[in-house]
């Protein structure tokens, strides 16, 4: 499906991530971030088929510095935020009547929440292949950065925004992945977006808006198509 410049009346299959930068504060979910979510999820759930995958933020943060001390191994961390992330899922599960999904072999392409799953597997990962196995026509991560860049705008003034990329530069973006950062998004998403060609946009979330002007064809943020 070509979605350049295009809006839609006829019904897509969508998945969408939202960061947990965005959603997520030190205690839980943020409820005035995640209303605003969900208004634009419902006015989408009356014309498309939609999955939602939500990360952990500051609220598996805040949990990682406290045991910190403990000196677990770096999959026991990640099966503690794993545990963390399964409340989200089942919040958001409940507020959108869509089923709450914790092994991927159980998925067989309908309509889920999803986080963490198992170590070593970002959400994003787990997102992408919810994607694939709905056979969508878009994967949208909203995140806190407005897209790409071609460098880090962090340490780099003159750094631009990407507003395309093939499926086969997707590899000139790796990034070092720990169990709380992997990257703008980690080797196996990539694969998995890849290998399945599925269209991907990367955009600002702060304004949960922009997941409907998107799903209308704007051009916002990173298209890899």
Known sequence: MNLRNKAYTVTMKLVVKIGGSMSMMNEGPDPDY?????????ELDEEHSVS?????????NSYSECIESFNLTDGEREEC???LMRANVRLLSILTDKKPLFDLEGHGGEEVVVSGIEPGRSTDANAAAVARNMDADLFVKLTDVEGIYDKDPAEHEDAELLETMGFEDLETVKGEETPLDYGILDPLAMEIIRKNKITTVLASGRDPENLMRIAEGERIGTWIE
């Open 52 to 60: 939602v995958c939500v990360g952990g933020g500051d609220f598996v």
């Open 81 to 83: 935020f794993i545990e």
């Open 34 to 42: 995640m209303s605003r979510f969900l208004d634009v999820l419902e």
